[in-house]
């Protein structure tokens, strides 16, 4: 079955970059009908969806992301990313990506499975 | 403030049945379906319910999601220890957008 497992820096400086990676295995990121998305969690609080991406490079943001976010896909290597630029302290959070439900099954695909989530901390 | 909205708390002692309400609007619960999460302390979240009261392979029938209008409810009878943990339903808006509700910290007293 697809595990999904997130990768990247625990901790990044005010207005750079956040960079993560999540690398699919169990199978092949372009086989099937999946959007992937990134999902952030701050510390005690609740989710917050930040963007996908389908296989053939499609996206979509959240609106209050957008300006900052940019997710890609590289198939060659079973991965897709996420970067956040200009990160505040606000970014800080457990991020977590995960594949959505087929959307030959669905319109409004479900996140299953998810990675187990990775801490990134925005501090100086 | 989260755009679907849940209660933050809910509780009940073993064996009973609790109910946990998602209030959206038209534009999202009214016109796409809802999806349930469960939440354990210090894990990843995991699918409970799909497409407004289906339920994942492995996930017992106890637990029950339904949905009127622009809102749903997801219902856990024969409540259990093992219970206790955040929940958060989901639903697109036509925008394409994922939401999440803010959360229900369940307690089994």
């Known amino acids: 079955q697809v595990q999904l497992q997130e990768s990247g820096p625990g901790l990044v400086k005010p207005s750079q970059t956040l960079s993560l990676t999540c690398t699919v295995s169990?199978?092949?990121?372009?086989?099937?009908?999946?959007?992937w998305s990134w999902i952030r969690q701050p510390a005690g609080k609740g989710l917050e969806w930040i963007g996908r991406i389908y296989t053939s490079g499609s996206t979509n943001y959240n609106p209050s992301l957008k300006s900052r976010v940019t997710i890609s896909v590289d198939t060659s290597k079973n991965q897709f990313s996420l970067k956040l630029s200009s990160v505040t302290a606000a970014d800080t959070a457990v991020y977590y990506c995960a594949r959505e439900a087929d959307i030959v099954a669905t319109i409004s695909p479900w996140f299953d499975p998810w990675g187990q989530g990775t801490l990134v901390t925005v501090s100086s | 403030q989260s755009v679907l909205t849940q209660p933050p708390s809910a509780s009940g002692t073993p064996g009973q049945r609790v109910t946990i309400s998602c209030s959206g609007s038209s534009s999202n619960i009214g016109s796409n379906t809802v999806n349930w999460y469960q939440q354990l302390p210090g894990t990843a979240p995991k699918l409970l319910i799909y497409s407004n009261n289906q339920r994942p392979s492995g996930v017992p029938d106890r637990f029950s999601g339904s949905k009127s209008g622009t809102s749903a409810s997801l219902a856990i009878s024969g409540l259990q220890s093992e219970d206790e943990a955040d929940y958060y339903c989901?639903?697109?808006?036509?925008?394409?957008?994922?939401?999440f509700g803010g959360g229900t910290k369940l307690t089994v007293l």
């Open positions: 169990g199978g092949s990121i372009s086989s099937g009908s999946y959007y």
């Open positions: 989901a639903a697109w808006d036509d925008s394409l957008n994922a939401l």
